[in-house]
């Protein structure tokens, strides 16, 4: 597991790398064809984004490796994983460095590359035994994940259709192994404000200034925010020079909603605040993006699945515990199709998303272990 994860580690996999994804991909494929059923490479659907001019542009995506095995058995189960990280091809974080004897630092080996070792050691496991026969299950280890899985999505929601469950393998919570329980959702928008130009000097008065009205968006939105759904505007672009007034301008922002209800009444919120800007700014606003990932809330099914988890770490001497976490990942889309999922079972880790993210590298050995056990279980016939 350790030499696959360095292995996987070494091959930059930022989300817009295409090269590096597409060798990533031929690795884990040729990795995951050890276990039974069909290996395939799918397409990423496609997916748009808006330039600093508010134009819409196509956003290239790697492929997303799946496999199938037992399709026809009637309880079936879903594993997903990543291959992008955060670190672009250029970034400096590119290499690997044992800090004491049991903890090694490189990019993506918390997030995810251990977690996929993991997932295929506990597989691997399963079908060493004759209880393996009883379920069949999917794998999904998608290429677009750091940035919200919009090229994955749908895929997602077709592979997690009558799932009985599923464990996705984002590394755990905390350091000592703490699984994320319920989660936040998160939404990506951009405002695109069309105003009117002018010169500043002479005739002010026939502009229709844009960054203007992007400000009062932004403390419209501030306004929309509450304690179940923060709103964190990060960006304006646009504008022109200083003696022009601006007929353009792009906001972007995010919001966090902590459950449904709360997210559907920021987008009721947003349209009117829209019209309000249009009318008194005399702009023209549209509106890209959405929620690309619902909350996660935990129901009882859910709940047994984790206690299932924690009951295999109680026999193999593993204190296993959970806690809520403003964090998304593609355990909220299997959520929302109705799937009880459990998704911080990689390895234990920090500091990710930054040149100090570090994997503790005996949790490659334990977290087999207890995914392993759990599989077991459920192929055994413990219920959810």
């Not at 031929?26 to 748009?48: I, N």
């Not at 919570?173 to 951009?190: E, F, I, Q, V």
């Not at 199709?337 to 503790?360: L, N, Y």
Request: aromatic share 4%; charged share 20%.
């Amino acid at each position: 597991m350790l030499a696959q994860a360095q292995a996987w580690s070494a091959v930059n996999t930022g989300t817009a790398n295409l090269a590096g994804l597409a060798i990533q991909a031929d690795l884990l494929a040729d990795a995951f064809s050890a276990l039974p059923g069909e290996v395939e490479l799918a397409d990423p659907a496609p997916v748009t984004g808006i330039d600093a001019s508010g134009a819409e542009y196509d956003k290239p995506h790697g492929q997303h490796m799946v496999l199938r095995v037992r399709p026809d058995a009637a309880r079936r189960l879903l594993f997903t994983g990543h291959m992008d990280t955060v670190f672009p091809a250029d970034d400096p974080f590119q290499t690997q460095t044992w800090l004491d004897d049991v903890t090694l630092n490189g990019p993506g080996l918390a997030d995810m590359k251990g977690g996929i070792a993991v997932m295929l050691h506990a597989l691997l496991a399963l079908e060493s035994t004759d209880a393996a026969a009883n379920i069949g299950y999917d794998v999904l280890i998608n290429a677009d994940e750091e940035t919200g899985s919009l090229s994955s999505a749908a895929l997602i929601d077709q592979l997690a259709q009558g799932k009985y469950a599923a464990l996705t393998y984002e590394p755990s919570a905390l350091p000592d192994g703490t699984l994320a329980h319920a989660r936040g959702g998160t939404g990506n928008y951009s405002l695109i404000v069309k105003g009117k130009s002018a010169h500043a000097g002479r005739n002010p008065q026939d502009g229709r200034n844009a960054i203007v009205a992007a400000a009062a968006l932004v403390l419209g939105l501030k306004g929309l925010e509450t304690p179940e759904c923060p709103v964190n505007p990060a960006k304006i672009e646009g504008g022109a020079a200083n003696n022009v007034v601006p007929d353009n301008a792009v906001l972007r922002f995010n919001i966090r909603p902590k459950e449904p209800a709360a997210g559907e009444k920021f987008e009721a919120g947003l349209q009117a605040l829209m019209g309000e800007v249009r009318q008194s700014h005399e702009v023209s606003i549209h509106l890209h993006g959405g929620v690309t990932c619902p909350p996660k809330p935990v129901d009882g099914r859910a709940q047994k699945l984790f206690d299932l988890v924690r009951d295999c770490g109680a026999v193999l001497g593993q204190e296993i515990g959970w806690q809520s976490t403003g964090g998304v990942c593609d355990g909220n889309n299997i959520a929302a199709c109705g799937v009880p999922v459990v998704d911080t079972m990689g390895v234990r880790g920090g500091a990710i998303h930054s040149p100090q993210e570090f994997m503790i590298v005996p949790s490659l050995k334990e977290r087999a272990a207890l995914s392993a056990l759990v599989l077991h279980r459920l192929a055994s016939g413990d219920e959810l």
